[in-house]
């Protein structure tokens, strides 16, 4: 067993190393990378913890196992003591304390407008789930997307989150954590793309049957790129109307669509918000006023 | 027709038809084999009616052996769907309905019995008692918790299993998303076996309070007994919390309220939390009584006593408080901003500290000990480095931001079943071995048991350490299937191997159980381990009087203490006896559950309101009977020590 | 089991007091389930959807006579448990059925209560709210009744066969039971009708 799990940690070393990075440790936006940061910090950290037990345990295995020991052997009655069970409180205590500090100032760092983009306007974006489907909304674009989401580099992303149906979690590994969308609440997710690139995006909450094939596809392209693109999409896609946007609601799979205008309009997201209710009302508004 | 067209199964595939022929076909068989070897009577005698803890304990083993073939069944057929790309083994459907009976079947219907099979089993013998508290109320809990596996089962043939994951969030799990009858029968399988649960609970808290033999205190309790008390204390405040979500589940499902829906007010968050906060103790439920067999196991065959015996009760106390304020680290991603994230994140580590505490103790314990590799000192062997795995991969997702990324993933996945399975299942795979003449007076083969542990722990880490890397590599859990390009494959097959040679080693070990039956020696004395505490110092299989004079204690290893310090356990002339009697009373209330159940589920109310009635008949009956138990002779007692090969001293 | 005969009769046995231990511990369950619906209601509170809010349905009168009833039924019972301590059968029984009285009191006003919110289009399915409403009454409500029935067995128990130690140690249990109640009703009376009523 100890064989297998040597084994199995060369493994891990072996694949976090060698050939295809995994999505999470390869980060292409800041929230992942403070994540990846963090998980790597974890990682190594907490190997450090299970080799110390398994050398212990393998030490006492070893050391005291009985056929080392003569026949009449008589292992003594030890109590607890107060200075080695202090040692084994204290330590623990110090790495938790630790790892408390990083988490909060993680916390507070995932659930802000991204570092380095504070001064600027970020990029709203409302993503609302149905059965099994994504629609991304650009109220400040008034364009609408199915399936696919387009967003341009160097710029902060904010995500609007809710949902038509089941609890979503929405989730794009490369460029950070995922976020629930749900049916009578806004939550908000922040993010930012650091580099151009196909990224994997998907419902990573489990919402019934069509629940695997619930993906999209991100691409993140420079500012003047996505300028074009959305030029683009206003010269060629067809207006969403509110029949669309029921059809488009019944459950099933569908392929990337485009539309201009957005549904925030007609089907505004739910009222209700998780803590930050002024922002929520001040960009349904300004959604509103793009009608 | 339209009245029978409801228990059709709405997505039936050859497997069902397969496993209804196989349910009718096992029936029969049983029913005639029943008949044919005439067992219908000692049946009825010594097990239906029993109100004897060590018999009912023994039956809380039995089912949970067999649920554990079934949601392991449940495992192997997820494993080999996911083993290679867009694999057509099973359907969306099929693989949802799997997933979600595999984390009931497993949590609710084998890991509960099994550890209520060794609280009952090997609590009234550790403290000294004749029986628990209430032994009749105990009889009922078996059968409540029976009614609510079978019926729960039985979904897979009838009307459709629940289909909404084990964690059943609404919406999905209201009526808008899940038409079938499958959730009804998650939420009232789970109530009836539930409310078994908190009676056992309670009945357990009274026995170990206030049943103690003279000279245990509270200090001086064995560790199992000690971390069963704890572990009762949690489900006397975790169980109420979920009767009362799954109410609201009931009655938003069959009476169109709206608690949980997304429209009218109702909160589907509110689900969430509320089986969370039932859910996270639930699984320090299950872990603080398999430490007590580790610690039971480690300290006997290391020959030593225990060590840090006070840290070791302090940091289950710790954990029991803890369990209730870590709920929300299963939702991080729920939105609830930083400062809650933070607060939850910085509790859930915490946990660490008081687990850790317990590894170190564990290890000091083999120190300058004499080991000897059993079966049982094998899995706790194997136990504390796995665990340990699973341990700190919970610090990784309770650092709420970095969970943002393991959240819903295959990592946890790996992590929970990494604490589990080297936590609770091979507590109860050493318990089993070690406790095994304790309850059938021989012993389970030592080399064939050593094969199921070698198999069980290469199975185990060659199914779960992959699904780490899958985990950090994007896919989520609950997938029916994946894509070629995604780069899973290898790695789930790997799993599903895994997951094949831990299925072999549950048949080496039904093996060995057979084989044992067969083959071992009957004379297994009553002392096969050279154990310690006060359990052992009776006969082996036990009589049912347990003890034939109470024992007196002056420390947790009374046992010990008598063999090596001679300290005098048994004092005083043999005297007669007072037991329970047998009631078939119990067995027919988790009939009439069953069938209350079965009815509920599909809302016809009158059966449902006919077998209320029966069950509250049932307890009137009961309050009028006068029962005053009856004695067992002192000569009849002396007779049975005489054949164990005399009396203890 | 010998235990000294200072102690009262309920007392009396071991067996005795295991169960009034064990009922004691399942009285802590049952903080835990009101807990929860009380938890579950302050969720909902504000939840009304399109239905009626607390302060629109909720009646002062029905709720007083409900509080003056239930508390004064945990009185009888307990000057009833009190003549069983003295050996008075009788008196004891006359208390019960008083208490139980009332108890059926009790219910017939939360029954009214009950056909009132429908009256007032506040039916269990309407909101968030009216479920955790009704589900918090119904819960006690629905002790309330099995307590009159458990009540009414043990009164015919005592009547049989006197006060003897088991008997007295069931009276005593269902004396718990009862003022357990009482004590959940309190907290709905303040935190679910004040609360409401403000």
Not at chain 2, 440 to 469: D, S, V
Request: proline share 5%; net charge negative; glycine share 8%.
């Amino acid at each position: 067993m100890k064989r297998t799990l040597l084994l199995s940690f060369m493994m891990l070393a072996v694949f976090l190393a060698g050939c295809e990075p995994l999505l999470v440790l390869d980060p292409k936006g800041p929230q992942a990378a403070r994540q990846a940061s963090d998980t790597w910090l974890l990682i190594v950290l907490m190997s450090g913890i299970v080799i110390i037990v398994l050398v212990l345990l393998i030490y006492m295995l070893v050391k005291f196992r009985a056929s080392k020991q003569p026949e009449d052997y008589e292992p003594p009655h030890i109590e607890g003591s107060p200075v080695v069970e202090g040692i084994f409180i204290g330590i623990p205590i110090i790495i938790v304390t630790f790892l408390s500090f990083v988490s909060v100032k993680s916390n507070y760092i995932v659930e802000n407008t991204p570092e380095g983009y504070v001064d600027q306007e970020p990029l709203v974006i409302y993503a609302s789930s149905s059965n099994w489907k994504w629609h991304f909304s650009y109220p400040e674009e008034n364009i609408e997307t199915v399936n696919y989401l387009y967003i341009p580099t160097d710029r902060a992303l904010e995500f609007k989150l809710y949902s038509y149906g089941p609890i979503t979690s929405f989730w794009i590994p490369q460029l950070g954590g995922q976020k629930y969308a749900m049916a009578d609440m806004v939550t908000t997710l922040h993010l930012a793309a650091d580099m151009p690139g196909e990224y994997m995006g998907r419902n990573a909450n489990f919402s019934g049957k069509g629940f695997a094939e619930n993906t999209f596809q991100v691409t993140a392209m420079s500012q003047t790129q996505f300028d074009e693109w959305v030029q683009e999409v206003h010269e060629t896609a067809e207006p969403l109307t509110e029949e669309t946007f029921e059809q488009l609601l019944e459950p099933g799979h569908l392929g990337r669509m485009t539309f201009t205008g957005t549904h925030l309009g007609f089907n505004p997201p739910p009222e209700h918000d998780h803590g930050a209710e002024t922002v929520h009302d001040e960009h349904a508004d300004h959604a509103a006023e793009q009608h | 027709m339209e009245f029978f067209e409801r228990f059709a199964v709405p997505h039936p595939s050859p497997a069902i038809y397969a496993s209804m022929v196989a349910i009718v076909l096992v029936s029969i068989a049983i029913v005639v084999g029943i008949t044919y070897f005439k067992k219908w009577g000692y049946l009825w005698r010594e097990w239906l009616t029993t109100v004897d803890h060590k018999k009912i304990g023994i039956m809380y083993l039995i089912s949970a052996l067999l649920m554990l073939f079934r949601g392991g069944a449940d495992a192997i057929m997820m494993r080999a769907q996911l083993a290679k790309p867009e694999n057509t083994l099973l359907d969306a459907q099929h693989y949802n309905e799997i997933f979600t009976t595999h984390g009931v079947v497993m949590i609710i219907f084998m890991a509960m019995p099994f550890i209520f099979a060794f609280m009952n089993i090997v609590v009234p013998l550790q403290i000294g008692a004749r029986d628990v508290a209430f032994p009749r109320l105990n009889a009922i809990s078996f059968w409540l918790f029976f009614a609510g596996a079978m019926l729960f089962n039985i979904s897979f043939v009838v009307g459709g299993s629940p289909d909404a994951g084990w964690t059943s969030y609404f919406p999905l799990a209201g009526t808008d998303f899940s038409q079938s009858v499958g959730t009804n029968y998650y939420m009232i399988a789970i109530q009836i076996s539930g409310i078994g649960s908190l009676m056992t609970g309670i009945n357990m808290i009274t026995t170990i309070l206030n049943m103690r033999a003279p000279g245990m205190t509270l200090m001086k309790m064995p560790m199992f007994t000690c971390s069963s008390f704890i572990s009762c204390i949690i489900i006397l405040f975790a169980f109420p919390v979920l009767t009362i979500a799954l109410i609201m589940c009931t009655t938003d499902r069959l009476f169109a309220t709206n608690f949980f829906t997304s429209t009218d007010g109702g909160m589907d968050m509110l689900w969430a939390n509320l089986f969370w906060i039932w859910g996270h103790p639930e699984v320090y439920i299950l872990i603080l009584p398999a430490f007590g067999i580790y610690s039971e196991v480690i300290s006997t065959f290391s020959q030593r006593n225990l060590y840090g015996y006070k840290s070791m009760v302090g940091s289950m106390v710790i954990i029991s408080l803890l369990s209730f304020f870590v709920w929300t680290h299963h939702f991080f991603t729920m939105g609830q901003g930083a400062l809650t994230n933070s607060i939850f994140s910085i509790t859930t580590m915490a946990i660490a500290v008081p687990t850790g505490v317990k590894i170190f103790n564990w290890l000091l314990t083999m120190y300058k000990g004499k080991i000897r590799f059993t079966v049982p000192m094998l899995y706790a062997v194997g136990f504390i480095p796995l665990f340990t795995v699973g341990g700190v991969t919970g610090v990784m997702l309770a650092m709420s931001a970095a969970d943002y990324q393991y959240h819903n993933t295959m990592f946890l996945v790996a992590h929970f079943h990494n604490t589990i399975i080297p936590g609770v299942v091979f507590a109860m795979l050493a318990g089993l071995t070690y406790y095994w003449p304790k309850m059938f007076g021989f012993m389970l083969n030592e080399r064939i048991g050593k094969w199921g542990f070698w198999f069980l722990t290469i199975g185990f880490c060659l199914a779960f350490f992959p699904m780490y890397i899958t985990g950090l590599d994007g896919q989520a859990r609950r997938m029916y299937t994946y894509s070629e390009s995604t780069g899973f494959g290898p790695l789930n097959m790997l799993s599903f191997i895994g997951a094949g040679l831990m299925a072999i080693a549950f048949i080496i070990i039904v093996y060995n159980v057979l084989y044992s039956i067969k083959n071992s020696p009957r004379n297994v004395g009553d002392e096969p381990w050279n154990a310690r505490s006060l359990e052992w110092a009776t006969h082996n299989p036990v009589p049912e009087y347990n003890f034939a004079r109470t024992p007196h204690v002056a420390s947790s290893e009374a046992f010990w203490d008598a063999k090596k310090k001679g300290h005098e356990l048994f004092k005083g002339e043999i005297e007669k006896i007072h037991m329970p009697n047998n009631s078939g009373v119990p067995f027919i209330m988790g009939i009439i559950f069953f069938i209350c159940g079965f009815s509920f589920v599909f809302a016809l109310w009158i059966p449902v309101v006919v077998s209320l009635i029966g069950i509250f008949a049932c307890m009137t009956l009961r309050s009028f009977e006068k029962d005053d138990g009856r004695y067992i002779s002192a000569d009849e007692v002396k007779a049975t020590e005489a054949k164990f090969g005399g009396a203890k001293s | 089991m010998n235990v000294k005969n200072a102690q009262p009769l309920e007392y009396s046995t071991h067996q005795n007091q295991l169960n009034i231990l064990g009922f004691w511990i399942f009285l802590g369950a049952e903080i835990m389930l009101f807990a929860t619906l009380f938890t579950t209601y302050f969720v909902m509170e504000h939840r009304t959807g399109n239905g009626p809010t607390g302060a629109e349905i909720f009646e002062i009168t029905p709720v007083l006579i409900e509080t003056f009833v239930l508390l004064t039924s945990s009185f009888t019972i307990g000057l009833g448990v009190h003549a069983m301590r003295i050996g008075r059968k009788n008196a004891m029984l006359a208390f019960f059925g008083i208490t139980l009285l009332l108890g059926l009191g009790f219910l017939c006003v939360e029954i009214y209560e009950f056909v009132h919110y429908y009256h007032v289009g506040a039916t269990y399915q309407t909101s968030g709210f009216t479920a955790a409403l009704l589900t918090t009454l119904g819960t006690h409500g629905a002790h309330v009744t099995l307590g009159l029935f458990w009540g009414l067995f043990i009164m015919i128990q005592v009547a049989k066969r006197g006060i003897t130690a088991q008997t007295a140690n069931k009276s005593f249990i269902f004396s718990l039971y009862w003022h357990f109640l009482d004590v959940v009703w309190i907290f709905i009376f303040s935190f679910i009708y004040l609360k409401g009523m403000m």
